[in-house]
């Protein structure tokens, strides 16, 4: 086989992981990521096409002989990337915009979890705001009110009051602050229990999981604050008293392909269940149509397979069904982010200490940007820190000594990421 070239779409500390481990690929050729960022370029060339450039990036793709593409975020997938590609024989490791609406309807995914007998929170869709305010008059709190569609993980409130959820419905129904992402909503059951990413490839109806990650998704220390797109992650993450990754699974995800290849809409890609592990069993809270951001900085470290015939397998619809190698190790990511975050914030400041990291760390970039030899943030999530150890309490401290070292002004980073693993593992 002549050596492959391979895209990578998308310019976030994910895609710099998935470049980094696609780089040890075999039978590669020549990698791209558009647009990548001052990271990529290490093991990447840089295209300059943005993510969301949907025909740009299919038309590009063909021009130059790229013979696979790995799609990072739900945007172009939702936008249909991934139709353009396979109409022009590019195989691709992302679902068609008809099976990336798992991600970007929220609605639908339910009706698919309904169809697939998949446990999910009990929930009514609504798009009117005076239905949705007689809804919530007759339940209990607190309640979860979403916007239907993708509105990059902002779109999740959870009220505990009635004044809070009138002023979520109508936020989201009448002032539109979600625009047509939020013109519908789905008001759910609030569950309790650990939050988990389980993350499969999938392939038409076979289905193979990666390790199980714990992602931190709210901006503060215990978990407090307003949701960000995540601060930071643990790979693998284990819950006492719940089943395996294989087990949880077959349960969650095989159905769910099986329910979509019936349908007629077989998904190639990374499917991502997003659980709450509750004492009434496992609950799926959402689906993604991806690798996890920060997840995959943890898991794609520990993975000791060649993602290159990964990918190009789901692709294909030739991925077999085994079980994954991983590495008998964790791997912590602390999410560097600029002072402000998930508000605003200011960009342009100079990183320092990039050159200070231990050489057993992964710094993967996200938003950062080279100016001459100087790296400067250009982003709110700037770089994850991943440590590797052999215990949840050694990666953890390998990635807090590292990333104390890289300096930028009002550079700031939860302090306790993979606090429960530390705590189950008795350290
Ligand atoms: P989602 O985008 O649907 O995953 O929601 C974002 C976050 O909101 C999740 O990671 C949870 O922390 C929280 N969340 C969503 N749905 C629920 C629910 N039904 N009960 C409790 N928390 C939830
Ligand atoms: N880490 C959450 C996400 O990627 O959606």
Redesign the pocket.
Known sequence: MSALNVLVVGGGAREHALAWKLRQGSGLGRLFCAPGNAGTTAVAEAVPIAANQVDALADWSAANDIGLVVVGPEEPLALGLADRLRARGIPVLGPGAAGARIESSKSWAKEIMRAAGVPT?AHATFSSAAEALEYVRHQCFPL?I?ADGLAA?KG?V?ARSAEEARRAIVAALEERVFGAAGQTIVI????EGE?MSLLAFVSDRVVVPLLPARDH?AVGDGDTGP?TGGMGAIAPARAAGHDDAQTLCRALIEPVAAVLADRGLPYRGVLYA?L?LTPHGPRV??FNCRFGDPEAQVILPLLEEDLVELALTTATGELAARPLRFAQAVCCGVVLASRGYPGPYPTGLPIHGLDLVDPDILVFHAGTRADGTTIRTAGGRVLTVVGRGSTPREARDRAYANAARIIFEGVYYRRDIGWREIQRAGE
């Open positions: 929170a979860v979403k993980g999740v959870i759910e059951e609030y569950l939050e998704k949701n997003g709450m809270l959402e």
